[in-house]
């Protein structure tokens, strides 16, 4: 508690990124950990158990942790790394922001299509849009995200917004503030990561 009565505002919990050497918070970094016949696994949802071993969610960072035997170092015994690895966590990280925001659709807090969302996000009535990225530019263009930082999600191909949905394929949706809404954009923030500069999956 603080002088005045109010409970003290608890930090964030933190790791080290083992390429970077960079300390973040928790929420923002990949977490893998090592389980069974010393396999590596990536821990989406940060709940398996074991020691966690952490990447800053870009790219490059897990290439090298990958291809530099840094997971073993980091674990200190063998380390067995499936081949495709990286596609692995890539589709992983994907399956769980697709997962958050069906959980977000079934609680009424998301909705889709483009006039549903360009009269939400006109009125001020939503916190964050989320376009497909293989969307029509001029398309996407006419909804301007919410004012604020992180408003906009643009990582997940029309397929996988579609999956969301139930529907094969969605280029606007729109989240209400909310819990959920936070989670999805960190968690999309880490898919956005590793996907920069890389082609984007249909």
Same mark, same amino acid.
């Given at each position: ?6 409970? +003290? ?27 069974p ?18 990447? &800053?969610?870009?790219? %490059? ?6 291809s530099?035997?840094?997971? %073993? ?8 790394i499936?081949d ?7 589709d992983?990280? @994907?399956?769980h922001?697709?997962?958050l925001?069906?959980?977000a659709?079934?609680s009424g807090?998301?909705? %889709?299509?483009?006039e549903?969302?360009?009269?939400? &996000? ?14 029509? @530019? ?5 909804i ?21 949905f ?6 606007? %949706?729109?989240? @209400? ?16 990561g590793?996907? @920069?500069?890389?082609?984007? +999956?249909?």
């Open positions: 508690m603080t002088r005045g009565g109010r409970p +003290k505002e608890q930090a964030a919990p933190e790791r080290r990124c083992i390429i970077t050497r960079q300390t973040l918070p928790k929420a923002e970094l990949l977490r893998f950990v090592v389980g016949e010393d396999r590596l696994y990536i821990d989406v949802a940060r709940k398996l158990p074991g020691r966690g071993l952490y990447v &800053v969610p870009e790219k %490059a960072h897990l290439t090298t942790a990958l530099k035997g840094a997971f %073993a170092r980091a674990a200190k015994q063998k380390v067995v499936p495709n690895f990286a596609t692995e966590v890539e992983a990280l @994907a399956r922001v697709v997962d925001l069906s959980l659709r079934k807090a998301a909705i %889709a299509g483009f549903k969302v360009k009269e939400k &996000v006109a009125a001020g009535s939503v916190a964050l849009l989320l376009q497909a990225s293989d969307g029509s @530019a001029p398309q996407k263009a006419k301007r995200p919410p004012d604020g930082e992180n408003t906009l999600v643009s990582c997940l191909s029309s397929a996988e917004l579609g999956m969301a139930g529907r094969e394929n969605v280029i606007h %949706a729109a989240l @209400a503030a909310g819990g959920l809404c936070k989670r999805i954009v960190e968690e999309a923030s880490k898919l956005d590793l996907r @920069a500069g890389m082609p984007q +999956k249909g």
